[in-house]
């Protein structure tokens, strides 16, 4: 059979990207040998003009011939293979994106369905936590309760939570900053005033590290409970544990956040 009804039966046959790749590899070899072997036959031509008979030159013309149209066939083969695999190529992604789009929707099918299933549990899961929460909330007014009223020769009873904040800011010596002040000792503080007659500049004591007359803490414990966000569907008798944001500790005032910048403990 020859390379035209190869390539007939292969169109009719199949069309698969990997039998076309191997069929152009198939042609583009034998493509590669009848162009050998025809500038082979070129380059022996002169010597044939020269020493040959009509006939060996007539012979070694046809095979020369034959060289090149095998030649000429094979790349137009390959030109309509090339057309056929690109054809292919276009096809086989086509289907790869649908069968990729299917699966993404049978995905998705899926995902809705443990969503639902999800959500239910979230539900029953999160009332059984709120009853937990109510219980830990009990325990800790019990203790409140008792710390308040200790017996006598009691000590307090200490807390079941792990206290997570930081102790206030330690004591440290009051350094020295310079201020300035008028004639007569009025403190204008530690930028130099303009237009100011008569300063006077003294180095004196500055603040310590604690914030004086609040004693907060640098960073104040959060209770656990400040810290539960729960749907309103776990249905709490006071909404206590979904209503977090206002369990938050009380934010400093101005006055107190300025001495903290101040002391480098804000920005």
Request: hydrophobic letters at 40%.
């Amino acid at each position: 059979m020859g390379l035209l009804g190869k390539f007939t039966m292969l169109r009719a046959e199949t069309s698969a990207l990997d039998a076309i790749n191997a069929e152009v590899a198939r042609i583009e070899a034998a493509r590669a040998v009848a162009d050998a072997e025809g500038l082979r036959l070129e380059s022996l031509r002169p010597d044939v003009l020269l020493t040959g008979s009509n006939d060996e030159l007539r012979q070694h013309d046809e095979a020369a011939g034959r060289c090149r149209r095998e030649v000429e066939q094979a790349t137009a083969r390959l030109d309509a293979m090339a057309r056929e695999r690109s054809a292919r190529e276009t096809l086989d992604t086509e289907q790869r994106d649908m069968a990729e789009r299917a699966a993404l929707y049978d995905a998705a099918v899926k995902a809705r369905a443990e969503g639902k299933r999800l959500l239910a549990d979230y539900e029953k899961g999160s009332k059984a936590l709120a009853a937990t929460l109510d219980r830990i909330a009990a325990a800790s007014q019990a203790i409140g309760r008792a710390n308040d009223r200790l017996p006598d020769g009691k000590a307090e009873v200490e807390h079941f939570e792990l206290n997570n904040g930081r102790a206030a800011v330690s004591d440290s010596p009051a350094p020295m900053i310079r201020k300035w002040f008028t004639a007569d000792g009025h403190d204008l503080g530690t930028s130099r005033p303009m237009g100011v007659p008569g300063l006077v500049s003294r180095m004196v004591k500055g603040y310590g590290g604690t914030i004086p007359g609040t004693g907060r803490p640098a960073e104040p414990h959060v209770p656990l409970l400040s810290r539960i966000a729960l749907p309103r569907s776990a249905d709490l008798s006071d909404g206590y544990h979904w209503r977090g944001s206002e369990a938050k500790p009380k934010p400093a005032t101005a006055d107190e956040l300025a001495i903290l910048r101040y002391h480098g403990l804000r920005t």
